[in-house]
């Protein structure tokens, strides 16, 4: 999978719902392997909620995927300030 920027919570969450139906896993699946209930995975993945820095770790962890952060292109060191939309 190549990567991909996120800057909303909707397209992070479609993208961890592809993620976990390529692999063939129900949203009970990798919700168990997450640590969580299901309804948190839907939550997530419907973007009806915005989970906890740790719960978004759990998940990408279970479905066997990194979440790095990247510089913002364009953006110098000097002059870059994080905008809320960086977040997601």
């Known amino acids: ?4 920027i996120f800057r909303e919570v909707k397209a992070l ?10 692999k063939g896993w129900s949203q009970g699946d990798l919700a168990r392997r997450a640590g969580t209930d299901p309804r948190q995975i839907s939550r997530i993945e419907t973007a009806a909620h915005e989970p906890k820095l740790s719960l978004l770790l759990a998940v990408v962890a279970a479905l ?3 979440l790095s952060l990247v ?4 953006a110098s ?12």
């Open 1 to 4: 999978m190549e990567e991909t």
């Open 13 to 22: 969450g479609q993208q961890l719902r592809q993620a976990r139906k390529a």
């Open 64 to 66: 066997e995927m990194d």
């Open 71 to 74: 510089p913002r292109q364009g």
């Open 77 to 88: 060191p000097q002059t870059a300030r994080p905008k809320p939309e960086d977040i997601f």
